[in-house]
């Protein structure tokens, strides 16, 4: 359960921190691991259902986009395309690196940590799509081994970015497959610095 956060006009938004780790749905912060498992499929379930019966206008564009034009959405949005991740083991510790220390979205992260998650590997590299990367996985510190025993290698590893997408601003963490990980502090002070980042009223720039 990774997540992108997107801005798509001036917002308001009034989040502590324990809210910001879910994303901004409090609801599942009282759940276990199983309990926020079933939680997070349930809400799924229940938006693929109501994508098509809902009028458009009722349904967040990132959702809408996701939907019904998927490669607009990995492309242009996210800027990168899944390519696997490693499943021997498939949950791993790996050391992760911040990048852009002198960028909002870093305020109060260590310059490193280590967590245990299931890690993405990507096709495309976002940087290609014009993104500001605020932390990479170090690929000395686990196996990238996919399902097949491919090579899942990127040499440079994007994990947390953001970019301009027109006037609006988008921010991507291929981190969060576990409950556990929104208990991080690292973790949550990342998505904490993203959600301020995206609601600010000034205008997007190249580099945050």
């Known amino acids: 359960m990774t997540g992108s956060f997107i801005q798509s006009g001036p917002q308001d938004f009034d989040l502590d921190a324990r809210e910001a780790q879910v994303a901004g749905n409090p609801r599942i912060l009282p759940l276990g691991a199983e309990e926020f498992t079933e939680e997070a499929k349930r809400l799924v379930a229940q938006t693929s259902a109501q994508v098509e019966a809902i009028d458009k206008s009722e349904i967040p564009a990132i959702f809408r986009t996701m939907f019904k034009h998927p490669g607009l959405y990995a492309d242009t949005l996210i800027g990168a395309r899944f390519?696997?991740?490693?499943?021997?083991?498939?949950?791993?510790?790996?050391?992760?690196?911040?990048?852009?220390?002198?960028?909002?979205?870093?305020?109060?992260?260590?310059?490193e940590w280590t967590m245990n998650d299931e890690w993405y590997s990507f096709?495309?590299?976002?940087?290609?799509?014009?993104?500001?990367?605020?932390?990479?996985?170090?690929?000395?510190?686990?196996?990238?081994?996919?399902?097949?025993?491919?090579?899942?290698?990127?040499?440079?590893?994007?994990?947390?970015?953001?970019?301009?997408?027109?006037?609006?601003?988008?921010?991507?963490?291929?981190?969060?497959?576990?409950?556990?990980?929104?208990?991080?502090?690292?973790?949550?002070?990342?998505?904490?610095?993203?959600?301020?980042?995206?609601?600010?009223?000034?205008?997007?720039?190249?580099?945050?």
């Not at 600010?200 to 945050?208: I, L, S």
Request: proline content about 7%.
């Open 83 to 111: 390519a696997g991740h490693p499943m021997s083991p498939q949950f791993q510790d790996a050391r992760i690196k911040v990048e852009a220390g002198s960028s909002p979205l870093a305020k109060g992260l260590p310059l």
């Open 123 to 208: 096709s495309i590299n976002p940087r290609k799509a014009g993104a500001s990367v605020l932390a990479t996985l170090d690929e000395t510190t686990y196996l990238l081994k996919g399902l097949a025993g491919e090579d899942l290698q990127m040499g440079d590893h994007p994990i947390a970015w953001s970019n301009c997408v027109g006037k609006g601003k988008m921010f991507h963490s291929a981190i969060g497959h576990r409950p556990e990980t929104y208990f991080s502090p690292e973790y949550r002070t990342m998505l904490e610095n993203a959600l301020g980042w995206v609601s600010q009223r000034r205008a997007c720039k190249t580099g945050h």
